[in-house]
């Protein structure tokens, strides 16, 4: 009896020392991790004068808010451009704002910093009135590393709308072109045509 007695009471001490964790307990002392702080990105970097500089707006939206004067921009022809010798520069049409279906009495030049810096030569081939752009293309013709500009244009006429295209050629100081070779190029209705003929006859052109 005395045996059983001893043995009933070593159990109990050893029930008494042990001791349950409680879940709710350890999930509070347990240190919760705070995440660690990150900067915010950094704003995108443009060069010092480039248009996209300005408020934050792309280039070419930015090249869209030039002032041609008491012409309107044609923004569907004006387009941000960054070549030698302009660079970060704006190619910008602008038309006559009582046309505007077609945008005749259309003109084009290249503004930086909202300013004029180079007005195309010979224009439409010479031709005044009833002129609009319908597509424009800037791209190495002759593989001189230069970037040349190619003009798609219409003219109107009394028998009809007909294309005055212009290629004109980057020297490196400007722009400069050959009517009587443009002259060849009137039946063409694309970039790709115009550009195909002049790479087939560069010395028409160069």
């Known amino acids: 009896m005395a045996r059983h ?15 349950i964790p409680d879940p709710e307990g350890a999930a509070k002392d347990k240190p919760i991790a705070k995440p660690t702080p990150t900067a915010p990105p950094a704003p995108a970097q443009t060069p010092e004068g480039t248009p996209e500089g300005a408020g934050g707006m792309s280039a070419t ?7 041609p004067g008491e012409y309107d921009v044609y923004k569907k022809q004006t387009f941000a451009i960054d070549f030698e010798p302009f660079r970060y ?4 049409t602008s038309n006559n704002p009582e046309f505007d279906g077609p945008p005749m009495e259309s003109q084009f030049a290249i503004y930086k910093n909202g300013k004029k ?21 800037f791209q190495d013709l002759n593989d001189d590393k230069k970037t040349d500009v190619i003009v798609v244009s219409k003219c109107q006429a009394k028998m009809g709308d007909y294309n005055e295209n212009t290629v004109y050629i980057n020297d490196g100081k400007g722009f400069t072109t050959r009517e009587d070779a443009n002259t060849q190029l009137s039946e063409f209705k ?10 087939e006859n560069r010395s028409m052109f160069f």
């Not at 007695?5 to 001791?19: E, M, Q, R």
């Not at 810096?117 to 293309?137: E, K, L, R, T």
């Not at 694309?190 to 790479?199: C, E, L």
């Open 117 to 137: 810096v180079f007005d195309f030569p010979s224009q439409f081939n010479g031709v005044n009135f009833g002129c609009w752009i319908d597509a424009v293309s």
């Open 190 to 199: 694309s970039i790709k045509q115009v550009v195909d003929f002049v790479k």
């Open 5 to 19: 007695y001893l043995l009933f009471l070593f159990l109990c001490l050893c029930l008494a020392s042990c001791t």
């Open 89 to 92: 520069s704006c190619f910008v």
């Open 61 to 67: 939206l930015a090249c869209q808010k030039v002032d």
